[in-house]
């Protein structure tokens, strides 16, 4: 049996109700992003939030710490939960972890932060600090990532990232190819046995099919009542927005909105895309190893 779970996906992925999903299983704990593969020390962590307009640190983490130590996510529990922090700013983000999984005994951590395949750096800190993990590749079509991306850039009011080089916005299916070839380069590094990919389409399509396969793999349960347990996302703890200072740790939408819709995802074409207002990836040469990534991961 696995040590920890850590799900491997890009920003924009099905992440939170996927992770959030796997978590629900009996055998499982599925934390919210966590954010601690940024860097080697808890004080690292917090000055990269600091740095990111987040100067309390991972909300995730806080409600975590909160949730373990006090049964309740609350502002007092949340403040306790950073003081709690700022003393063990010296801890090695190891130390914090194996900490965390400690806490959760004998339930194995599910661990997703999308932050952590932005760079091979992170990925590689993470499988030093737990070599027999297993890792689960989440994927989802890039033009349905590149749809939510844009609809989360513009709900936060942020403006587009600008490319150095060009001066040109960075369209977000550059984010999507760049993060997934970090992973895939990661896990061509592993025994077979130690990743896998699923499409998050098809989990929330079909979640009676690929929910027990996902377990099947981890070696933990796959019965009707853990699958059936893993279908109800809005269970979780960290299902909902949070106490001040720490709302977030997932999606906004998903918090928001966390209960399973029943039916099928629609896959969105690729090729149309390509032809309509994804055409920069055919004029600056980009499609054809865009076409081939997508291809690899199941989709058209």
Aim: proline residues 8%.
């Amino acid at each position: 049996m696995t040590e920890l779970l850590i799900i491997l996906s890009p920003p924009r992925s099905f992440s939170s109700v996927v992770s959030t999903m796997i978590g629900q299983h009996p055998d499982l704990y599925g934390f919210p992003e966590l954010h601690l593969f940024v860097g080697e020390t808890v004080e690292q962590v917090m000055v990269h939030h600091k740095h990111r307009g987040r100067p309390q640190g991972p909300p995730g983490l806080l409600r975590t710490l909160a949730d373990l130590h006090d049964g309740v996510q609350t502002t007092d529990t949340v403040l306790k939960a950073r003081t709690w922090l700022d003393e063990r700013s010296q801890w090695s983000t190891k130390k914090l972890y194996d900490y965390l999984l400690e806490k959760i005994h004998p339930k194995i951590g599910v661990e997703k932060s999308p932050v952590t395949v932005t760079t091979p750096e992170f990925i590689e800190r993470a499988y030093r600090f737990y070599p027999e993990a297993s890792f689960l590749h989440l994927v989802r079509h890039p033009v349905s990532a590149r749809k939510s991306m844009f609809e989360f850039v513009d709900r936060k009011g942020k403006s587009a990232k600008l490319d150095p080089a060009t001066g040109n916005a960075i369209d977000p299916v550059r984010l999507w190819y760049n993060t997934h070839i970090n992973i895939i380069n990661f896990l061509n590094t592993l025994p077979l046995a130690q990743g896998t990919r699923i499409k998050g389409e098809d989990v929330l399509s079909d979640p009676d099919l690929y929910l027990p396969q996902v377990s099947e793999w981890m070696g933990i349960r796959t019965d009707k009542v853990a699958t059936e347990e893993m279908k109800h996302p809005e269970t979780s703890q960290f299902a909902c927005v949070g106490p001040y200072p720490a709302r977030g740790g997932n999606d906004g939408k998903f918090m928001m909105s966390p209960t399973l819709r029943p039916g099928k995802v629609k896959e969105p074409s690729l090729m149309d895309a390509l032809e309509g207002d994804m055409n920069w990836a055919v004029k600056e040469g980009f499609a054809p190893k865009l076409i081939k990534l997508a291809n690899q991961m199941g989709y058209q």
